[in-house]
Antibody
Framework: QVQLVESGGGVVQPGRSLRLSCAASGFTFSSYGIHWVRQAPGKGLEWVAVISYDGSVKYYADSVRGRFTIARDNSKNTLYLQMDSLRAEDTAVYYC???????????????WGQGTLVTVSS | DIQMTQSPSSLSASVGDRVTITCRASRAISNYLAWYQQTLGKAPKLLIYGASTLQSGVPSRFSGSGSGTDFTLTISSLQPEDVATYYCQNYNNAPWTFGQGTTVEIQ
């Protein structure tokens, strides 16, 4: 069955960096785009970034563009989110989520990981 | 960027009631609209995509409608397990914005 397992969260000081990972299994990872979505404590869902199936196309939310970098290693079935210059407002649970449709087709997120908590605090 | 606005932000209804949540896009997104359900402490779950297509395994009491800018999620007969926050999402193109969420409670 499809599984997405995030890791790498933790407590980090403002201005520092953190890298999240999302290990995928149960599907052909190299055929699907993957999103990062976050949720601040007690708040709603916020889309963060997406990467195409082959890593050639990436989009970012305005709130993280220039600070966060999404990447993938299809040989390891793993997605990454490199987060630099972290701010208090980046504190959230970060989810990776698989796009439903193959390759570049438009589609919603049909499978989600359990999330990893990032806390930015001094 | 396309903004997604849900209403109401919360509602309380009785078991068996028909519940309707609306989502409005700031410009037309055809039918590239998904609905998700999130229960407390859990990851979101896809309910409906293409504005009206029920995801596999989702109970038939859930339905979606709409196209363009105005969309609706309906629960035909509210059940205790439907207590959750519901989000709409535009997946037409970047940014893949979510609505602010609607929290459904049982009276």
């Amino acid at each position: 069955q499809v599984q997405l397992v995030e890791s790498g969260g933790g407590v980090v000081q403002p201005g520092r960096s953190l890298r999240l990972s999302c290990a995928a299994s149960g599907f052909t990872f190299s055929s699907y785009g993957i999103h990062w979505v976050r949720q601040a404590p007690g708040k709603g869902l916020e889309w963060v970034a997406v990467i195409s199936y082959d890593g050639s196309v990436k989009y970012y939310a305005d709130s993280v563009r220039g600070r966060f970098t999404i990447a993938r290693d299809n040989s390891k079935n793993t997605l990454y989110l490199q987060m630099d210059s972290l701010r208090a407002e980046d504190t959230a649970v970060y989810y990776c989520a698989k796009k439903m449709t193959l390759n570049r087709g438009a589609g919603p997120c049909d499978y989600w990981g359990q999330g990893t908590l990032v806390t930015v605090s001094s | 960027d396309i903004q997604m606005t849900q209403s109401p932000s919360s509602l309380s209804a009785s078991v068996g009631d028909r519940v309707t949540i609306t989502c409005r896009a700031s410009r037309a997104i055809s039918n590239y609209l998904a609905w998700y359900q999130q229960t407390l402490g859990k990851a979101p779950k896809l309910l409906i995509y293409g504005a009206s297509t029920l995801q596999s395994g989702v109970p038939s009491r859930f339905s979606g409608s709409g196209s363009g800018t105005d969309f609706t999620l309906t629960i035909s007969s509210l059940q205790p397990e439907d207590v959750a926050t519901y989000y709409c999402q535009n997946y037409n193109n970047a940014p893949w914005t979510f609505g602010q969420g609607t929290t459904v409670e049982i009276q």
